[in-house]
Nanobody
Framework: QVQLVESGGGLVQPGGSLRLSCAAS????????MGWYRQAPGKQRELVAA???????NYADSVKGRFTINRDRAKNTVYLQMNSLKPEDTAVYYC??????????????WGQGTQVTVSS
């Protein structure tokens, strides 16, 4: 069984920074891509940023230039550095591991979510 454990959420003032971490554990042979999604109240879950096993990254337009995603493949861990945070960044942030290969085959996994609140 694969588990994704997130950490780093919290309350921050506008203009502040937070760093989210997500560690995947279990019988993992490989992970295609890891990423972060977010869901604000009353809105659909949306992609924030993703990074492939080769290091290619993809960002939502709303976070480009403010957020940075990176990945430690050896530790199956992905990080999201969030700078210049805005109130509209407030949401539950979910970690995703895409196409995880385990002894039982390929599957996608999600973390439990971590709350990020940007408010003065």
């Amino acid at each position: 069984q694969v588990q994704l454990v997130e950490s780093g959420g919290g309350l921050v003032q506008p203009g502040g920074s937070l760093r989210l971490s997500c560690a995947a554990s279990g019988s993992i042979f490989s992970i295609n891509a890891m990423g972060w999604y977010r869901q604000a109240p009353g809105k659909q879950r949306e992609l924030v940023a993703a990074i492939t096993s080769g290091g290619s990254t993809n960002y939502a337009d709303s976070v480009k230039g403010r957020f940075t995603i990176n990945r430690d493949r050896a530790k199956n861990t992905v990080y999201l550095q969030m700078n210049s945070l805005k109130p509209e960044d407030t949401a539950v942030y979910y970690c995703n591991a895409d196409r995880v290969l385990t002894p039982t085959g390929w599957k996608d996994y999600w973390g439990q979510g971590t709350q990020v609140t940007v408010s003065s």
